[in-house]
């Protein structure tokens, strides 16, 4: 009734002008695997906070080829750390740089050291490595694009340098950002008379595009040399994360809203087509990035809570972005983060569970990125206020993985869809 048009209900600012609509039934209710499997509930995610108070919003944490660990909060500013002799970790309270109104999310080095960096607000910007100035590479599509010429670029999420200096990006949602220059509390939403200051809202931004449910993830190619943008994939259940492979022959990009990665074929026979590598995870996938060894690390962001089951009824996601705070569905915390092969198969599954109470937070939680340097696993939290890292040459052994007894729903009408069956199904019969 939805799709048809007889009943369109609205969504509220930021999200002028869009509808709910119907998900097709193999996008949602999800159908997460339970962990078991691959899967197997441990706590081998024994993270260690480092500036706790001080580091507000950073999505993501990348390394310099010299140590210097890059920063880069919800407010705009860019900060690094460096090691000290000791082993400790120093943060330069100055910030690097002031990237202006927006929300820097996805951030990856170049070949010449510069900052390559999606803003949510202001599309694709460097931050050039000996002036520090910003210079705003891209935020519209290009004329010459096949696809949607001239289209502005809307919430940037995260991107990687391929060897040849070419920038893949990921957008995420066709809703602007909302600019929450309000004080927070679980409850309720008061002016910023308490001396806080405001920030650009990401995270409602995916909340009323997954109430929307129309695919409006996309994948862009930006080309240092000509200067120009493609856009080359549409169709995408909230595109966020995306990783260029050693050989630069395919990317492997996170669908959060399908609980799933894709791979999409640069080079070769099937150069322009996309696969899935997993599926059904038992949490939402955030930011990726390729590890030194050519495999994949990303965070799993949230578990799914029962109760979106019921978030495929179209009533209920016109309700939900209108309810106070307090009676929405609530996600415990807990951090994950997850390596797996080109092939798609898991490697390791770090964990922190979730705890009984709010009042109990695990060494790093809402993990929205994950960066491999020197042994140590960098993680990026979308909202804590601290970052962390993974002894990766310290960690404890795997649990005795707990028997494969879930088996993913047959038939999908979503492309792309083979080969998501084929994997689970041969993992429980080994």
Request: hydrophobic share 40%; net charge negative.
């Amino acid at each position: 009734m939805v799709q048809q048009g007889i009943i369109q209900p609205v969504i509220p600012y930021p999200a002028v002008g869009k509808k709910v609509h119907m998900y097709p039934e193999d996008v949602l209710p999800w159908h997460p695997q339970p962990m078991e499997g691959d899967f197997t509930t441990n706590t081998r995610l024994q993270a260690i906070r480092l500036f706790e108070g001080e580091m507000d919003g950073s999505e993501s944490v990348i390394v310099s080829p010299d140590g210097r660990a890059m920063m880069l909060n919800k407010f705009g500013g860019v900060f690094e750390a460096f090691e000290t002799p000791d082993g400790r970790f120093e943060l330069n309270r100055t910030a690097k740089a002031w990237l202006g109104p927006g929300r820097p999310l996805g951030a990856a080095f170049d070949a010449h050291g510069n900052i390559i960096i999606c803003d949510a607000l202001k599309g694709i910007l460097m931050l050039e490595k000996d002036t520090n100035q910003v210079v705003i590479l891209t935020n519209h599509v290009s004329s010459s694009s096949p696809l949607e010429p001239g289209s502005p670029i809307l919430y940037a999420n995260d991107l990687d340098v391929a060897k040849d200096g070419t920038v893949y990006f990921t957008t995420s949602v066709d809703i602007t950002l909302h600019r929450n220059a309000q004080h927070h509390t679980r409850f309720t939403h008061v002016p910023s008379l308490l001396g806080r200051p405001g920030f650009w809202d990401t995270v409602k931004g995916w909340g009323l595009g997954m109430c929307q449910a129309l695919p409006r993830g996309k994948l862009y190619r930006y080309d240092p040399v000509t200067k120009e943008t493609h856009l080359i994939a549409t169709g995408f259940y909230y595109s966020n994360g995306v990783a260029v492979s050693k050989d630069d022959d395919f990317l492997v990009i996170s669908e959060t809203d399908r609980l799933r990665l894709v791979k999409f074929w640069l080079k070769g026979a099937k150069a322009g087509q996309m696969e899935v590598m997993i599926d059904h995870m038992p949490g939402t996938p955030d930011g990726m990035a390729r590890a030194p060894d050519g495999n994949f690390w990303f965070p799993l962001l949230a578990k799914i809570p029962p109760v979106t089951k019921i978030f495929h009824w179209p009533i209920i996601r016109m309700l939900l972005p209108v309810v106070p705070e307090m009676w929405r569905p609530q996600v415990h915390e807990w951090g994950a983060v997850v390596k797996v092969s080109p092939e798609g198969d898991v490697l390791e599954f770090l964990e922190d569970p979730q705890r009984a109470s709010f009042d109990e937070w695990p060494s790093s939680y809402r993990i929205s990125s994950a960066h491999e340097h020197a042994g140590r696993l960098w993680l990026g939290a979308l909202v804590a206020n601290f970052v962390s890292y993974v002894d990766l040459t310290n960690l404890a052994p795997k649990p005795e993985p707990l028997p494969m007894t879930w088996r993913p729903p047959v038939g999908c009408v979503t492309p792309p869809c083979d080969g998501a069956q084929r994997r689970f199904f041969r993992k429980s019969e080994q």
